[in-house]
């Protein structure tokens, strides 16, 4: 959009540079070849032993290093028209004056080593995701579109553009900047360094989420961010692509949603939106695959599949042994059914995470309910969501002071009093909850 804005007068000023660099080095080349073939370099002297005299061997010396230097000056001057081009067409014109910051190709191909593998972060549907370090020591991650189709390609980062340009929140992945040189641009995110949330669901290894706490809270900021898309932001948006590979952790395992790839711009009061199909498997609103309608009612539906997957462990697009395409959460909501709800669950819960587990649980169930309508909004989900993360401060507050003072109680008594078990040794509550989903096996 904003490079067809700039492209009509960038050609008319292109073409005359390039007609006047060609003039140029027509006059130079006519020189140095009238240089080469004058009269000095093609007498021969009869006196010498050589072909060719002192004063035609200079000729041909000076004739080629001025070929050299000519040859190394067009290289240069074409590859900054080639680089003003691309930049006028990627929108810079229009862009230098956003708060981002304009980087240079070079910039982005020294911080990140040439776009070296090892320095790859992720891959997804429309790009790699490579780190780089500033000269300052400034992390970014340099958004790579992939891709051969230069016009799709640049079609993506102008939508991206547009989407993140409009968003400052602290889960929300801020842009630092961009870089319009090269063919397709390049997008500079501030680099989150703790990787996924998919990432720490499913590797074993991972410590980030052991406890219901971190979860808990992981849960609310993201809602938090998809409550700020739909109704804060200005314009509101959907985000259109929910899912624990597009939710990053930062070095205190902050939540941060990321890549705007699929993201629509909705004006304020308006609720859906025609697009072509985007997302991914699982996470998918069945009703908007029916209608092709993504409403801010999709992204409820995702958020409420990244609630049973933080609670489960379970992917919501893996295959059955058989081999077979299954629904997780239909899975899940079978498992938390007929099991007792700490059997399914990813990590310990004592008693009281238990209670509060249920709630959310029951949240889910409502976010991914087959019809939008039923669905809560992200601000009744964000509210909800916060509400259970102050009460579990205050219980852990209220436990944690208890325990100092049964602790500091049980010293003053007596060293050889017996201890009773600690506040903190997880216990296994009994505690059954039904998550029936309203004919959500009939929508998918
Ligand atoms: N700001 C960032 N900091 C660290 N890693 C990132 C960042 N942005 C993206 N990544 C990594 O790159 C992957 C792909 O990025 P994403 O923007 O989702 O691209 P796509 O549109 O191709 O899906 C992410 O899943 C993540 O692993
Ligand atoms: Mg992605």
């Known amino acids: 959009m904003l490079g067809i804005l700039a492209k009509e007068s960038a050609r008319t000023r292109l ?15 006519k020189q140095v070849v009238k240089d080469l073939v004058s009269p000095p ?8 032993s050589s072909f060719l005299s002192i004063e035609s061997l200079d000729a041909v010396t000076g004739g080629t290093i001025s070929l050299v230097i000519i040859g190394v000056l067009l290289y240069i001057i074409l590859r900054k028209l080639r680089k003003d081009k691309n930049f006028r067409e990627n929108g810079g014109m229009v862009l230098k004056h956003q708060r981002v910051r304009i980087f240079s190709e070079a910039e982005l191909a020294k911080a990140t080593e040439n776009y070296n593998d090892h320095k790859k972060l992720g891959e997804g549907g429309f790009g790699c995701v490579y780190k780089g370090v500033l000269p300052d020591n400034t992390q970014l991650a340099v958004k790579k579109f992939k891709g051969v189709d230069k016009a799709q390609m640049n079609e993506e980062f102008q939508h991206e553009i547009g989407m993140v340009l ?5 889960n929300v992945v801020k842009l630092l900047g961009l870089c319009l040189q ?8 501030e680099f989150i360094s703790n990787g996924t ?35 804060l932001a200005n314009p509101p948006m959907i985000h259109g692509d929910v899912k624990t590979v597009n939710i990053l952790l930062d070095e205190d395992g902050t939540a941060k949603m990321a890549d705007f790839g699929a993201s629509v711009l909705i004006s304020p009061g308006q609720t859906d939106i025609a697009t072509r199909i985007q997302g991914t498997f699982g996470y998918l609103d069945p009703e908007y695959l029916m209608t092709g309608n993504l409403t801010v009612k999709s992204d409820v539906f995702s958020f409420g599949v990244v609630l049973v997957e933080l609670m489960t462990g379970q992917k919501p ?3 059955a042994k058989s081999g077979e395409k299954r629904n997780v959460v239909q899975d899940s909501i079978s498992s938390l059914e007929n099991n007792h709800l700490f059997k399914i669950l990813d990590f310990e819960a004592d008693e009281e995470e238990l209670e509060e587990i249920e709630v959310v649980a029951e949240l889910a169930k ?5 019809s939008g309508v039923k669905r809560p909004s992200m601000k009744e989900v964000s509210d909800e969501l916060s509400r259970l993360t102050s009460l579990h401060e205050d219980l ?10 049964h602790l500091l109680g049980k010293s003053a008594l007596s060293f050889n009093e017996n201890t009773s078990p600690s506040m903190n040794e997880p216990q296994m509550a009994q505690s059954v909850i039904s998550l029936e989903i309203e004919n959500y096996s009939n929508s998918i």
Not at 182 to 188: E, G, Q
Not at 366 to 370: D, I, L, T
Not at 396 to 405: P, R, V, Y
């Open 41 to 48: 370099l093609l007498q021969v002297d009869h006196h010498s």
């Open 396 to 405: 852990w507050g209220q436990k944690n002071s208890e325990e100092t003072e």
């Open 197 to 231: 949330l998919f990432h720490h669901i499913h590797d074993r290894k991972s410590q980030v989420l052991r406890t219901w706490t971190d979860r808990l809270r992981v849960a609310a900021e993201t809602a938090l961010a998809l409550e700020y898309l739909h109704s």
């Open 15 to 29: 073409e005359i540079t390039h007609a006047v660099v060609h003039w140029a080095c027509v006059v130079m080349v």
């Open 366 to 370: 409502r976010c991914v309910n087959s």
């Open 317 to 319: 697009n893996s295959n």
């Open 182 to 189: 090269t063919k397709v641009p390049l997008l500079v995110y």
């Open 166 to 170: 409009q968003v400052n929140h602290k």
